[in-house]
T-cell receptor, first 115, second 115 residues
Framework: GENVEQHPSTLSVQEGDSAVIKCTYS??????FPWYKQELGKGPQLIID?????GEKKDQRIAVTLNKTAKHFSLHITETQPEDSAVYFC??????????????FGQGTILTVHP | DAGITQSPRHKVTETGTPVTLRCHQT?????MYWYRQDPGHGLRLIHY???????DKGEVSDGYSVSRSKTEDFLLTLESATSSQTSVYFC??????????????FGPGTRLLVL
């Protein structure tokens, strides 16, 4: 089955700096890669996603890049703010067909943004 | 926020007792999922449903069963709870499993402690 590795497990940055979280996946058939943000005591919330026919996607201060050949994808947060502090998860799935959208998650990254 | 509720939100139970967690959605989405979240493991899929009475096992299904008799409700049962099932359980829903519909939306979670 799919295996997703996420690094680093913790990341500490100063407000205004950039933060990068990286994930690798094992199944070359995976084609959908969402990123979730989880605040304390809440469920994960989708912040951005990318499909395998796209190499990069941006949404304001957040961007995701995908390298299908190397089977890795990354989350980039620019101009970090204290409210970006949370746990971030990457995930992968084979959207469509009989995969039923099952997600395989990375282990999570605790991001702390210091004022 | 997606209309997903989970009940109970917190539960303490004893080893060997049966436990049922409920996920209720108001979005009329076809797909529903149960995940457990443990430190160092991210979120792992327990069971999922692709329609009323259509369910299948996920990555960590041992000791769990599910039922879906209505579109809006997905029940997770621990037949005989063990301490290893102490975890935070999340329900997720999605409208589809491909195209633009595979986004999964998560509920607020149920924190379960098995003594």
């Amino acid at each position: 089955g799919e295996n997703v590795e996420q690094h680093p497990s913790t990341l500490s940055v100063q407000e205004g700096d950039s933060a990068v979280i990286k994930c690798t996946y094992s199944d070359s058939a995976s084609n959908y890669f969402p990123w979730y943000k989880q605040e304390l005591g809440k469920g994960p919330q989708l912040i951005i996603d990318i499909r395998s026919n796209v190499g990069e996607k941006k949404d304001q201060r957040i961007a995701v890049t995908l390298n299908k050949t190397a089977k890795h994808f990354s989350l980039h947060i620019t101009e970090t703010q204290p409210e970006d502090s949370a746990v971030y998860f990457c995930a992968a799935s084979k959207a469509g067909g009989t995969s039923y959208g099952k997600l395989t998650f990375g282990q999570g990254t605790i991001l702390t943004v210091h004022p | 926020d997606a209309g997903i509720t989970q009940s109970p939100r917190h539960k303490v139970t004893e080893t060997g007792t049966p436990v049922t967690l409920r996920c209720h959605q108001t979005e009329n989405h076809r797909y529903m999922y149960w995940y457990r979240q443990d430190p160092g493991h991210g979120l792992r899929l327990i069971h999922y449903s692709y329609g009323v009475k259509d369910t299948d096992k996920g990555e960590v299904s041992d000791g769990y069963s599910v039922s879906r008799s209505k579109t809006e409700d997905f029940l997770l049962t621990l037949e005989s709870a063990t301490s290893s099932q102490t975890s935070v359980y999340f329900c997720a829903i999605s409208a589809g499993a491909g195209g633009r519909q595979e986004t999964q939306y998560f509920g607020p979670g149920t924190r379960l402690l098995v003594l």
